[in-house]
Every structure is written in C-alpha cells, then in structure tokens.
C-alpha cells in the first residue's frame, strides 16, 4: 500500500520512521511545504504543493501530520477523493468543524484516528482489566501531563495534552460521557493556557481528575485507576515496569459505629510486551483500510472526545 504523508515536522517524522520500516508499505510519498524537512534521493517522492499531491494516482491512504489548523482542510481534501484519512490529535480545531464534515460527507467512516495511547500495550492491558472486572467497581482516575513546554500557536496546553487523557477515558469507559466540568487554568505566557486542572464527574458516580501543565522542570506520563478491589499505576516514563497493579482497598462500615477497614496486599507487575505504539496504529490503521465491512464507529469515539473537549473549553 502506498501511503500519502501530510507534514514532516517533530510527529511526521516519528511516523515517516515507523512507516519505512512496515512490511505494509510500499511506497511513501511526501507533502510539507518545508522542503528541508527531509532529504529524499527520489524527489518524485516528495511534494511542496497540495495540487500536485493531491492528484497522485498512486497514493491510496493519507496520513495527516500538520498543525491542528490545517487538519480540516487536508480531511476535506481526503475526503472529497474519497480515500482514507489518519488523523493526529486532536481530529479537528473544533467540534464544529466535525460536525461540518458529517453534514457535508457521506465517506466519513474512511476517518481513522491517531489517538496514539489506544495503541499503547499498556493501555490495551488496562482496558481488557476493566473489562474482566478485575479492579471492582471503578472510583476515580488521575492523570498527570506536565513537561517543560512546547508551546504552539494555533493549541494550548488542554488540546496537546489533556486531550490524551478524554480519548483513553472514553476507551476505557466505553463511551461514557461526564455529566459536571470544573476546570482551573493559568494563561501568564502571551494568554496561552499552559497549565490546566481538569475535573470530570460521570452519572455512575465516576471521577476523572486531569493535571496538565507546559511549565514544568520535570516530565511526567502517570496515571492512576482505582476501584473498589484494586489501583492500578501506568507511569510511561518507566521502561519496563510501567504497570502496577496495587492489592489495596478501603471499605467502610457503619453499623454500629463508623469504621474504616484497611486492606494491604502485594504489588504485581505484570510481564506486558512492548511494541511502538505509532507502529502498530499504522498496520491498524490499513487493517482498518483493508476491512469490508465499514462503520462509523471511530468517528463516534472521535466525536465524543471533541464534545467533551468543548465542554472544559467552555468551562
């Protein structure tokens, strides 16, 4: 399969590499108005106009890797060819703009998204844990996402990073959407959001709390997942051990009089592999091309995350 790669800044070329190295690709053809973005021997590979890219016959996917502001224009592009389209995160400037291409496009289940945690071996763990009923009842999430910068001009600190966090918790949640939104921001840095507090409260009783931050000396992947039988850790900053599952768990009686009983247990980590989670996106994303049966299902997850995204932007 030939794939058509739309920018090749710091994500393109995270993807350009993985895209070489997949049994999957055939040829990889190039548009980014930056031409020394890369050094290619073959320039027939290599466009500087979106026309002339466009057009190529030979191209039969694309990948979108450009600034959050030009992801609806290059989706329209796809889809008016009618051919699949990745996206990286987030899917769109706006819910709007999603919405827009609902209403104006009938081929939006060629949509694929790059939310690149669903592909994470960690995060698959988490999920098929949750879904085992392995951690209880669930009771709350926490997430920290801070790093010292990037800034970017057309996203602030809540679409870069937090935007990470709403995908993996509808992944997790299977599509459950909060019902109260309580955020806190700081904007010192030319009136960019660059640190956020986030709160998420689901109808189930669920709670989601979401750190994020641009100004940090130090950097930090951490999530926590608690239920009523067991915490579970991801710090995707550790090389090998980045699960822990916690045996730990509080339960309160009130009988006679108000007593917390304490339970402590071991700590297991388990023996997860470990692939590149850009890597296996990609063959994702052709099995995905590959499949008879299309469904709008990615869109709909899509979707969900851009609502929720409006509603801590209005918040």
Known sequence: MNIGLIGLGYWGRNLYRNLLISEEVEEIFILDTKKRNI????????????????????????????PTSTHYKYIRKCLEIDKF??????????????????????????????????????????????KRKKLGKLIYYDSERISFGKFYKDVDVID??????????DYILKGQMPNKV????????????????????????????IKVSWYSPIKSRRILLAGNKKIIEFDDNESDKKIKIYNKGIEFQDKNVDQWLYRVGSIEIPNITHKESLGVMINEFIKFIKTKNKNFEILKHAERVMKVLRLIKSS
């Open 39 to 66: 050094k290619i021997k073959n320039e027939k590979l290599y466009f500087l106009k979106s026309n002339d890219f466009f057009k190529n016959k030979d191209i039969d996917a694309f990948i979108i890797s450009t």
């Open 85 to 130: 389209v990745c996206i990286t995160k987030p899917i769109t400037s706006n819910l709007q703009q999603l919405l827009t291409l609902k209403k104006n496009f009938k081929n939006t289940n060629k949509i694929f998204v790059d939310h690149t945690y669903l592909f994470h071996s960690s995060v698959k763990f988490i999920r098929d844990y949750v």
């Open 160 to 169: 870069d990073l937090a935007i990470h966090d709403l995908y993996i918790l």
């Open 182 to 209: 309580l955020v806190n921001c700081h904007n010192n840095f030319g009136n960019k959001n660059f640190l956020s507090n986030i709160s998420l409260n689901y109808p189930s009783g669920f709670f989601a709390n």
